[in-house]
């Protein structure tokens, strides 16, 4: 973050200030730096100008101001709280080209604004938050951490360009029109949400702390040959196009592993070294081939239906007798309409009849299990001093 202690400040530039008109931002022109909260709400003119301040030590907040085409800030540097631009219905044009500090950004219910451009490089930010935009670019986001990336909504934008980010605890890019999402030197996430994403390049991604769900997604190919380890649950549901699935190096999974109606995903033999699943393993849909050959502990049940009749239960059954400690163990082939989740119907002991294998116990399950259902993004603010 930018040294606020540099900037001058006069008389006039520490207080709460409620902006009434432009002439009181107009009055704070001769503030380098400015100490408090800036609220901007309500204002029925065309231009919001805030010139002359280069750092505000504390909140620059707009909200409301639905006539307002223009929005800019010509020489701010930095904000060491909250900058937020919310429901600017005819914002076409947000001006910001020397910001490149602030711990949290965020612009929500912009349908007019068609960029949003960082010229100098947005480089600090904890938090950044873009949603219900028109953008077709967002460009100049060159920092390496953050707490959460959250880009949802935005029809028109065609990247999530993250070309230096290394580390964050949540990144969620959600319903953003088939968008391609670039990130190729993020190496570590907490957890880590992708739907209608049209390409993923996270080449460099290694360890995920928490769950990573993709669903309904237009990648064909889904490959991450350096992740070694989730924490908690993988998610994969829904996703029509895709054909080709491969974790080679993953060998632990905290959570459920989830493989759900991925209609062209034929053969799921894509984790060759995970040995451990302390949840449950539910994995539904038309795959020919299922296969864990390193496997040797899954904490929860399992459940595994496919409306292929190439499917042999017969090669997995063997789960049974050790890998699988939870209460439930259904496997089916050849089925017209596979089920997910462990509420399967089933008697205790075994059946080996039309391709079929069933175990269910009376008793609860053991480990994890997945949310079946695609529930919204619930995020929880964690403390990032694991990753400094």
């Known amino acids: 973050m930018l040294d606020i202690s540099t ?20 009055s704070i022109s001769n503030c380098q730096t400015f100490t408090g909260t800036i609220t901007i709400a309500n204002l029925g003119i065309p231009t919001i100008t805030l010139a002359g301040v280069q750092v505000i030590n504390g909140n620059l907040l707009l909200a409301n101001n639905l006539n307002t085409a223009r929005v800019s800030f010509p020489n701010l540097q930095g904000v060491t709280g909250q900058l937020s631009i919310t429901n600017h219905t005819v914002m076409s044009t947000l001006d910001m080209p020397a910001l490149t500090d602030v711990d949290s950004f965020s612009v929500l219910v912009a349908p007019a604004l068609d960029a949003l451009v960082f010229p100098q490089g947005l480089n600090q930010v904890n938090s950044l938050h873009i949603a219900d935009t028109y953008i077709t ?56 949400t992708f739907d209608n994403v049209g390409a993923l390049n996270l080449p460099s991604l290694s360890t995920v702390e928490g769950d990573l769900s993709f669903n309904q997604n237009a990648f064909q190919s889904l490959t991450f040959s350096n992740l070694t380890r989730i924490g908690g649950t993988l998610t994969i549901i829904a ?82 007798n050790g890998v699988v400690k939870g209460n439930g163990y259904v496997c089916k082939a050849a089925v017209a309409n596979p089920k997910t989740g462990m509420d399967q119907p089933g ?39 694991a990753f400094i």
């Open 7 to 26: 900037g001058q400040a006069g008389a006039g530039c520490s207080r709460e200030l409620p902006v009434q008109s432009q002439s009181d931002l107009d």
């Open 137 to 192: 670019k967002a460009a100049g986001l060159s920092f390496t951490r953050a707490t959460s990336v959250i880009v949802s909504n935005n029809l028109y934008l065609k990247l999530v360009d993250l070309p230096r980010l290394e580390l964050t605890k949540g990144i969620y890019v959600t319903a953003n029109g088939q968008n391609s999402v670039d990130a190729p030197n993020l190496t570590t996430i907490n957890n880590g």
């Open 239 to 320: 996703n029509n196009q895709l054909a080709n699935l491969s974790m080679p190096s993953l060998s632990f999974l905290g959570g459920a592993l989830s493989i759900v109606n991925n209609t062209n995903l034929r053969s799921i033999i894509g984790f060759p070294q995970l040995q451990e699943v302390d949840g449950t393993v539910d994995v539904t849909g038309a795959f020919d081939s299922f296969q864990l050959p390193n496997i040797n502990d899954v904490r929860g049940s399992m459940n595994v239906q496919t409306t292929s009749n190439q499917f042999k239960c017969s090669s997995i059954d063997g789960w049974q």
């Open 347 to 385: 008697a205790v002991g075994s059946q080996h009849s039309g391709g079929t294998s069933s175990r269910v116990s009376a008793t609860s399950g053991i480990g994890r299990s997945a949310s079946w259902a695609v529930a919204g993004i619930v995020t929880v603010s964690v403390g990032f001093s």
